[in-house]
């Protein structure tokens, strides 16, 4: 155990003490899977091993650091609140998308609906369930859904993006309480869209396939503010990408994002299907994977994993 306020003792820019850090915080990755378990409310989750784990560090230059299950195909689940929040603002801009969802945190579980039903007519923030699906009912005015796998893969740097049908069935089946919620939006009289159209293009978008190094590239393209450095082409205006980074770092972790920006300091979204992807601005995009959550749905070894290298590396973003 280490505290924040502690300092590294080598040259934190050395490539080799960096390879040193990523290779900690793989292992301690793999060991802290022990500690949680897969998710099992959406039966298809339930099927992932708990002692996988992944890590990938993709930089601005290409090069690329991969260690374990970096290649394995999971769903996205609610990381996709960033690429529909990415595809609002882009094609909706700042003052619509925010004239229907607040911008505050809930600090309520994703799935609740307490604050919805009691406190607010709108959802507080986008990454929590209400939210986003209050964003994909605006969206589905304009957009179906290949136009929003488009920009997913583009918003990912990932062509191999596609539906997983499995959990998008899994998904639609058991999703009662994500039908409570838009249903609760349509009763207040927010809600932008459908319900039914709306639900649907939620699941599906809870439902692509990535892996790690597809959330290292969302993670990129976030960390060099919503421009493709590899292609130079720009997918969202950074004024856009700067919002997200800010909802990511106060929302992204569900109701652990408080402890999260103490411990590890770096704008993330996290999965209920194992993923967490993380941006360090001008630097680096951080993919990983490991199905074993704890109790607030968030990945054991991604956490740890990140606060390793947050720590050593310095790469909070009040360091």
Same mark, same amino acid.
């Given at each position: 155990?280490?505290?924040?306020?502690?300092?590294?003792?080598?040259?934190?820019?050395?490539?080799?003490?960096?390879?040193?850090?990523?290779?900690?915080?793989?292992?301690?990755?793999?060991?802290?899977?022990?500690?949680?378990? *897969?998710?099992?409310?959406?039966?298809?989750?339930?099927?992932?091993?708990?002692?996988?784990?992944?890590?990938?560090?993709?930089?601005?230059?290409?090069?690329? =650091?991969?260690?374990?299950?970096?290649?394995?195909?999971?769903?996205? #689940?609610?990381?996709?609140?960033?690429?529909?929040?990415?595809?609002?603002?882009?094609?909706?801009?700042?003052?619509?998308?925010?004239?229907?969802?607040?911008?505050?945190?809930?600090?309520?579980?994703?799935?609740?609906?307490?604050?919805?039903?009691?406190?607010?007519?709108?959802?507080?923030?986008?990454?929590?369930?209400?939210?986003?699906? #209050?964003?994909? /009912?605006?969206?589905?005015?304009?957009?179906?859904?290949?136009?929003?796998?488009?920009?997913?893969?583009a918003f990912c740097?990932?062509?191999?993006?596609?539906?997983?049908?499995?959990?998008?069935?899994?998904?639609?089946?058991?999703?009662?309480?994500?039908?409570?919620?838009?249903?609760?939006?349509?009763?207040?009289?927010?809600?932008?869209?459908?319900?039914?159209?709306?639900?649907?293009?939620?699941?599906?978008?809870?439902?692509?396939?990535?892996?790690?190094?597809?959330?290292?590239?969302?993670?990129?393209?976030?960390?060099?503010?919503?421009?493709?450095?590899?292609?130079?082409?720009?997918?969202?205006?950074?004024?856009?990408?700067?919002?997200?980074?800010?909802?990511?770092?106060?929302?992204?972790?569900?109701?652990e994002s408080g402890?999260?920006?103490?411990? *590890?300091?770096?704008?993330?979204?996290?999965?209920?299907?194992?993923?967490?992807?993380?941006? *360090?601005?001008?630097?680096?995009?951080?993919?990983?994977?490991?199905?074993?959550?704890?109790?607030?749905?968030?990945?054991?070894?991604?956490?740890? =994993?990140?606060?390793?290298? /947050?720590?050593?590396?310095?790469?909070? *973003?009040?360091?």
């Amino acid at each position: 155990m280490f505290f924040t306020y502690e300092q590294p003792d080598f040259d934190i820019n050395d490539p080799k003490e960096i390879l040193r850090v990523l290779e900690e915080a793989y292992h301690n990755g793999c060991e802290n899977c022990r500690a949680g378990k *897969v998710a099992d409310y959406i039966p298809e989750l339930a099927k992932a091993d708990p002692d996988d784990f992944g890590l990938c560090v993709r930089s601005m230059s290409g090069e690329t =650091a991969s260690f374990g299950e970096t290649e394995k195909r999971f769903s996205i #689940q609610s990381i996709s609140k960033v690429i529909n929040l990415a595809a609002a603002l882009k094609f909706l801009g700042f003052r619509e998308t925010f004239s229907h969802v607040m911008m505050e945190p809930s600090g309520d579980a994703f799935n609740s609906i307490l604050k919805l039903d009691m406190t607010s007519d709108l959802p507080f923030n986008p990454m929590i369930n209400a939210g986003a699906i #209050q964003v994909m /009912s605006m969206l589905s005015n304009i957009m179906g859904f290949d136009e929003l796998l488009e920009f997913a893969r583009a918003f990912c740097m990932d062509e191999g993006i596609v539906l997983n049908e499995a959990v998008y069935r899994s998904e639609a089946e058991t999703g009662d309480r994500n039908r409570a919620i838009v249903y609760l939006l349509q009763s207040k009289g927010v809600l932008q869209g459908d319900p039914a159209v709306t639900l649907d293009l939620y699941f599906k978008m809870c439902s692509l396939n990535v892996n790690a190094k597809t959330l290292a590239n969302m993670g990129l393209m976030i960390a060099n503010k919503g421009q493709n450095p590899f292609t130079g082409e720009h997918i969202i205006h950074p004024g856009y990408m700067r919002t997200i980074q800010s909802l990511m770092f106060t929302c992204g972790l569900y109701d652990e994002s408080g402890e999260y920006g103490v411990r *590890v300091g770096i704008p993330s979204k996290s999965g209920v299907g194992g993923g967490i992807a993380a941006a *360090v601005s001008g630097r680096w995009g951080i993919g990983t994977y490991g199905p074993a959550l704890n109790k607030k749905g968030n990945s054991c070894g991604g956490i740890a =994993a990140l606060e390793h290298l /947050s720590h050593l590396l310095q790469l909070n *973003v009040f360091d």
